[in-house]
């Protein structure tokens, strides 16, 4: 089992960048996948990256590549998620999600069994 705590969420200007971490206690932390998940107000909460447990292997949502960037140091039991050129409509809260080994579905919530209680990113225009 896993306990996650997001941190790094603020407010910024339209432009601006913001980097998130995501600190991981328990045991075996390079075996889990992660996972960044983003909700908005009103809406559902949505895939914005992922990272297998040794950094081979990231995804991202198609309309993030280029500006977002997972990371992580298995030293320091982390997640990383980079976030550059933010635009308003990136705000939301930003959930760090575990799974134990590779999910059969890198993009679907479901696979994700434990979850940080988010972190808000608002982003002023």
């Known amino acids: 089992q896993v306990q996650l705590v997001e941190s790094g969420g603020a407010l910024v200007q339209a432009g601006g960048s913001l980097r998130l971490s995501c600190a991981a206690s328990?045991?075996?932390?390079?075996?889990?996948?992660m996972g960044w998940f983003r909700q908005a107000p009103g809406k559902e909460r949505d895939f914005v990256a992922v990272?297998?447990?040794?950094?081979?292997?990231?995804y991202y949502a198609d309309s993030l590549k280029g500006r977002f960037t997972i990371s992580r140091d298995n030293t320091k039991n982390t997640v990383y998620l980079q976030m550059n050129s933010l635009q308003p409509a990136d705000s939301a809260v930003y959930y760090c999600?575990?799974?134990?080994?590779?999910?059969?579905?890198?993009?679907?919530?479901?696979?994700?069994?434990?979850w940080g209680q988010g972190t808000q990113v608002t982003v002023s225009s």
């Open positions: 999600a575990a799974r134990w080994a590779c999910p059969s579905s890198w993009f679907n919530i479901t696979e994700y069994h434990y």
């Open positions: 328990g045991r075996a932390f390079s075996g889990y996948t």
């Open positions: 990272i297998n447990w040794n950094a081979a292997t990231t």
